[in-house]
């Protein structure tokens, strides 16, 4: 074992009536970041640059759910989070509240190397973006009009309610119905965004790091922060992996989902999978999420309970791979 | 389903553990205490945690649960002003201030945080709020507006601003830098330990709590630490680093927000416990000696069969406990049989 891995994702949580064209728009999107990452990899850039030019590239593409794209808050606007963790000497950073910055994982790579702090949200994330001359754009940049039509949506399903998880029904009786039963985060699934996105990778040196990156929930409100940009749930990397999650944000932060994969591997010597797998497994109970994993020996492995989640990995010896069931 | 789970892991271990009672835990904030203190200001912080510890041994002898345990300890170490939480906060850069909190139930693992609170009077009641109602974490604005709509307390910002943290802030910023090391500086004397105060620049409350039947919880809130950047957000909101809770133990942490984020102290002591086999004592030890570096870490943490640990790798940490068995304490800096 040995040599460069790194893994990418879009999301947990698919519409299965998801219509062909967009199922390949994301696979192709998923595909060209994969190589973006896998060019780096080749030219020995260190993990925590090529997680952190990868989430860039998912941000400014309108597919996915960060950057770009983000979903909506109740008010119509985007407010963005991030974070990035550097295995080597576990460095991290994190911002929350982000409405001008183009790239939010860049921010929080600023953070991270640029200021005292671990985690800067709102306003102060901001000011500190304008100290340091980020590239900024108006909040209308990152609005799409699908994302405003699914707000639509949001607002008359009327949900976004604290305990509302019906059990995930068989994919066999969903049936060609309109009104699918599916939910995820309290929306039916074909309104849900698929949410989050995030690269792990690790380099030749075995080095590993982690990004994730989102524009949150749907039609959430305002100062609301989900899992992403909290180091233990949708982020986490150190000697031993790196691991960046995606789904329903509670579920995930309860369960340390991030953080756990590596306890279990450091305290349990599980291997890579059997680590993702357990905490899927034994961490989620009735909620609904996926992760992406690289392990220090260049090892890759996912899992996820929901019913898909965009996916795509590569390998140093060649395995590569992008898919969404 | 958590009840179940406690059991298996117990019946995993090869015993019934036997339940030991009640236990309680609370914290003021670890840091670069130093022992040349002004004593009254020793005292009226021992006092305080003495009469937060009575509050806290005499709800769960009135078998108020865990939860609501914890949050009426840390509502009442927010109201003092002695201590980095509530009224008393440090201030910002700006010299406004901006609390986050956190409460963490052990047998749902319900969660609520908060974070830049500038009006609400108890951060630790709005973190209750925002865990039963919505949302896992509120911060900012958007938080202040959801304090608003539920009619939860407010007050002028300036009601949390004490002449100490102005003080304190106006240092930090001569010495011009953001106050998170922690080793004593080298011209201490005296004097400077009363113009300084000799106090920690940084600090927390915090409560954890069991009751007879193993029901865990934790809290914990803050003001952060002295001169940081609007808008910083530290460890305490932040579930599995400052705070957490599940069916074996409940832990709230204390000191340099950074270190313990990235060592996501509070979820590792109780994921030692579980997946080592460790006792509560042994795996806080582990977090706190071998995981954190020297001089950034407090905790404290009760385990479901009623154990209590208070390991701390700084100066001093405000602390106090008392268990069902009529163990008590009330400290500061490390007993003499650490």
Redesign the interface.
């Known amino acids: 074992m040995g040599g460069w891995a790194i893994a990418v994702h879009g999301g947990a949580g698919v519409d299965p009536n998801l219509p062909l064209h967009r199922q390949e728009e994301a696979k192709q999107v998923l595909a060209r970041c994969l190589n973006l990452g896998i060019s780096a990899l080749r030219s020995s850039l260190p993990a925590v640059d090529v997680v952190e030019l990868v989430v860039r590239e998912l941000e400014s593409d309108p597919v996915f759910n960060s950057g770009r794209g983000s979903a909506l808050t109740e008010k119509g606007t985007v407010e963005m989070e991030a974070s990035i963790m550097d295995g080597k000497g576990r460095r991290c950073g994190a911002v929350s509240g982000v409405t001008t910055v183009k790239n939010p994982v860049s921010l929080a790579r600023l953070v991270m190397d640029k200021s005292p702090h671990s985690y800067l949200a709102f306003s102060g994330a901001e000011d500190f973006a304008r100290l340091h001359g980020v590239e900024v754009v108006d909040n209308d940049y990152f609005i799409t009009e699908d994302n405003r039509g699914m707000l639509k949506l949001a607002k008359e399903a009327n949900t976004i309610m604290f305990d509302y998880r019906i059990p995930t029904v068989l994919l066999d009786t969903c049936g060609a119905s309109v009104e699918n039963p599916l939910q995820m985060n309290g929306l039916p699934i074909s309104v849900y965004a698929p949410e989050t996105v995030g690269c792990v990778v690790v380099d030749g040196q075995g080095r590993c790091a982690a990004a994730t990156s989102t524009g949150g929930l749907m039609n959430k409100m305002c100062g609301r922060i989900g899992d992403s940009p909290l180091i233990g749930a949708g982020t986490y990397a150190c000697g031993l992996c790196g691991v960046s999650c995606t789904g329903e944000g509670e579920a995930i932060i309860r369960g340390t989902l991030a953080r756990d994969v590596a306890a279990v591997m450091e305290y349990k010597g599980l291997g890579l999978q059997a680590a993702v797998d357990f905490v899927v497994k034994e961490r989620l109970d009735e909620g609904q999420a996926g992760m992406i994993a690289v392990s220090q020996n260049g090892e890759v492995a996912c899992g996820f309970n929901t019913n898909g989640m965009f996916r795509g990995f590569a390998t140093e010896d060649g395995f590569i791979e992008v898919g969404i069931w | ?1 958590r009840l179940r789970r406690t059991r298996a892991l117990q019946r995993e271990r090869g015993r019934w553990w036997r339940r030991m009672g009640w236990a309680i835990a609370l914290q003021g904030g670890a840091g670069d205490i130093s022992p040349s203190l002004l004593p009254e200001r020793r005292l009226a912080k021992e006092a305080c945690l003495r009469h937060c510890l009575r509050l806290g041994v005499d709800a769960l002898k009135s078998k108020k649960s865990p939860l609501d345990v914890v949050e009426l300890v840390v509502r009442e170490l927010e109201n003092n002003p002695h201590f980095n939480a509530g009224r008393g906060s440090v201030l910002t850069s700006d010299g406004t201030v901006e609390m986050e909190s956190c409460i ?1 139930d052990g047998n749902t ?3 609520g ?1 908060v ?2 609170l500038t009006t609400v009077v108890n951060a630790i009641s709005l973190a209750r709020l925002v865990m039963e ?11 202040e ?2 304090a608003r709509e539920h009619g939860v307390e407010t007050l002028d910002a300036s009601h949390f601003i004490t002449p100490e943290n102005i003080e304190r802030l106006k240092q930090a910023k001569e010495a011009n830098r ?1 106050q ?1 090391d922690y080793t004593q500086p080298m011209q201490k004397n005296e004097k400077d330990a009363a113009t300084t105060d000799g106090d920690s620049r940084i600090g927390t409350v915090g409560c954890v709590a069991v009751d007879n039947d193993g029901n865990l919880a934790a809290a914990t809130s803050t003001g952060g630490f002295v001169n ?7 460890d305490t909101p ?4 400052g705070t ?1 809770a599940n069916s074996l133990c409940a832990v709230s942490a204390t000191g340099k ?2 270190a313990i ?4 102290v509070a ?2 002591v109780a ?2 416990m579980e ?2 086999g460790l006792s509560l004592e042994e795996a806080a030890a582990c977090v706190v000696k071998e995981r954190v570096p020297k001089g950034n870490v407090g905790l404290v943490a009760v385990s479901a069969t009623g154990e209590v640990t208070m390991p701390f790798n700084t100066t001093g940490m405000y602390r106090a406990c008392a268990t069902e068995d009529g163990y008590s304490e009330i400290a500061i800096w490390p007993s003499t049989k650490d």
Do not use: N, Q
């Not at chain 2, 940081?228 to 530290?234: A, F, H, N, P, T």
């Not at chain 2, 932040?238 to 680093?241: K, L, M, N, P």
């Not at chain 2, 984020?261 to 996501?264: D, N, S």
């Open positions: 389903m963490m693992m319900k969660c945080a974070s830049g109602r919505t949302h896992i974490y509120l911060a900012f604005d958007g938080a507006a959801f953001v998170i940081k950047m609007v808008g910083r957000i530290g932040i579930v599995g680093a957490y927000g950074e984020i990235r060592g996501t979820r590792d994921a030692i997946f080592k």
